[in-house]
């Protein structure tokens, strides 16, 4: 009897001859079925999002931004760069770039520090700030968030001061590098969300997340 094919041999409530799967057992491997499609069509987009920027490192690459001639210490140039890669001009943003100038930002501390590139996203909600050079200070039009020459909120609701990025010298051509975001003593750390504070307890309460690029030596978690 155990190895009966049809449930009616197996005497099954409800059974008919030739069946050899029971309603009730149908039903059931449906509904589990259905189940594992629902949990599925929610469950791989967030496995998706949280391991996407594994494999986005392998498409950071460091970006040509003009000959050393092109930039000067005493004002920024404003430089579109490309943030993520394939998708036009949506991935597409803006750095404003100076030479390290050691009078105002100190001796350079390695070889990534001979330039200043500055992003052009607020570090309070990420809207785009602008640089006024009369001023000589980074201004966001969302809600007044104001930056002075250096990148350092001196007003308004932002955190901490604007991101920044890797740069690089070679060939007296300027690479930029990935990003990476500091706090008022413009130490380094892996790039935090914008409202993200980095002074104080901040730096504790607001971990790093999986970057988007392997940050060089330099950068705290």
């Known amino acids: 009897m155990a190895d009966a ?3 009616q041999d197996l005497e099954m409530p409800g059974a008919f001859e030739g069946e050899t799967v029971s309603r009730r057992r149908f039903m059931t ?3 589990h079925a259905a189940g594992a499609v629902a949990a599925a069509s929610f469950t791989l987009p967030v496995l998706g999002f949280a391991a996407g920027p594994v494999f986005d490192r392998q498409s950071a690459l460091w ?4 000959p050393l001639s092109d930039f000067v210490e005493t004002t920024y140039k404003p430089v579109v760069i490309t943030i993520s890669p394939g998708i036009g001009v949506a991935g597409e943003s803006l750095a404003y770039v100076r030479r390290h100038d050691e009078a105002i930002d100190g001796p350079p501390i390695d070889k990534y520090d001979h330039m200043v590139a500055i ?7 990420g809207c785009p700030v602008r640089y006024v050079s ?4 980074f201004v966001c039009p969302c809600h007044g968030g104001v930056y002075d020459f250096q990148g350092i909120r001196t007003g308004g609701p932002p955190p901490r001061p604007l991101d ?12 930029l590098g990935p990003r990476y ?13 914008p409202g993200e504070p ?10 790093a997340r999986f970057s988007t690029a392997p940050a060089p030596p330099g950068a705290k978690p």
């Open 5 to 7: 094919r049809y449930t």
């Open 29 to 31: 491997g449906t509904v």
């Open 63 to 66: 970006q040509d931004i003009g």
């Open 119 to 125: 992003s052009d996203r607020c570090a309070h909600v």
């Open 134 to 137: 009369a001023a000589e200070s």
């Open 164 to 175: 920044r990025f890797y740069t690089l010298i070679e060939d007296d051509r300027v690479l």
């Open 181 to 193: 975001s500091v706090n008022n003593e413009l130490r380094r750390f892996s790039p935090r969300d």
């Open 198 to 207: 980095l002074d104080g307890i901040g730096q504790f309460l607001y971990p």
